[in-house]
């Protein structure tokens, strides 16, 4: 199998966190329930959603600064063998990839740490000062991961094909349909079902060791 890019997803797969957002609402003391349910029922967009999910945080504060942000979603653990696992991919010169609905504050540090190459999440906006402005920038929308993948990849002249996509949650389920080798690091099996392949497990290893045995059609 002719393998050019792996794809995780950031939260629950590469981070321990399951989700870079409720991080943020759980510091600021807000529920957010509300904004899902109306994004997921199609009365808002992504867009929307983003802007309505901010202003929560300005309930509590009048003014949230950069940094303040950073300190929230830094504060992270990476998945046992996250570490091996995306050295191990480039070793055998595979590239790598973030897509994630999360923050890109933290993807770009997970990025940063891990070295992956290529990161597509959602950007929070701030001010000349630092602080930050209500909404953000929706890359990607949680309901259309596999859009944007199959976007970026035509641009990039990379066919779904050869494109190994790692998810665990049920949002990603339309990724695992999309034409990309799906892994479920999950052990739900209605998600996992779904997906080429899973891997129960809280470790990355396996998955790594996976990937390029397939890439060198040696599984």
């Known amino acids: 199998m002719n393998v050019k890019l792996v794809v995780f997803d950031m939260d629950g797969v590469l981070v321990k966190s399951r989700s870079s957002w409720e991080k943020l609402h759980k510091h600021f003391g807000v529920c957010a329930r509300e904004n899902f349910i109306k994004y997921l029922s199609g009365e808002i967009t992504y867009q929307e959603f983003m802007l309505l999910d901010t202003l929560l945080w300005f309930q509590t504060k009048e003014k949230i600064h950069r940094k303040e942000i950073e300190q929230v979603l830094l504060d992270e653990e990476f998945v046992e063998g996250a570490y091996e696992t995306i050295k191990y991919i480039r070793e055998h010169n595979i590239q790598t990839m973030i897509l994630t609905s999360?923050?890109?504050?933290?993807?770009?540090?997970?990025?940063?740490?891990?070295?992956?190459?290529?990161?597509?999440?959602?950007?929070?906006?701030?001010?000349?000062?630092?602080?930050?402005?209500?909404?953000?920038?929706?890359?990607?929308?949680?309901?259309?991961?596999?859009?944007?993948?199959?976007?970026?990849?035509?641009?990039?002249?990379?066919?779904?094909?050869?494109?190994?996509?790692?998810?665990?949650?049920?949002?990603?389920?339309?990724?695992?349909?999309?034409?990309?080798?799906?892994?479920?690091?999950?052990?739900?099996?209605?998600?996992?079902?779904?997906a080429n392949t899973y891997f129960c497990t809280k470790r990355l290893d396996d998955v790594g060791e996976y990937i390029v045995k397939l890439a060198f059609n040696n599984t």
């Open 102 to 194: 999360g923050i890109d504050i933290l993807a770009h540090y997970v990025s940063e740490k891990l070295g992956i190459d290529y990161v597509l999440a959602n950007s929070l906006v701030f001010d000349y000062e630092g602080y930050l402005v209500p909404g953000g920038i929706a890359n990607v929308p949680l309901l259309d991961k596999d859009k944007v993948l199959r976007a970026w990849a035509l641009r990039k002249n990379i066919d779904l094909h050869e494109i190994i996509y790692v998810g665990d949650s049920v949002y990603d389920i339309f990724v695992f349909l999309s034409g990309v080798r799906s892994i479920a690091f999950t052990c739900n099996p209605n998600i996992a079902k779904w």
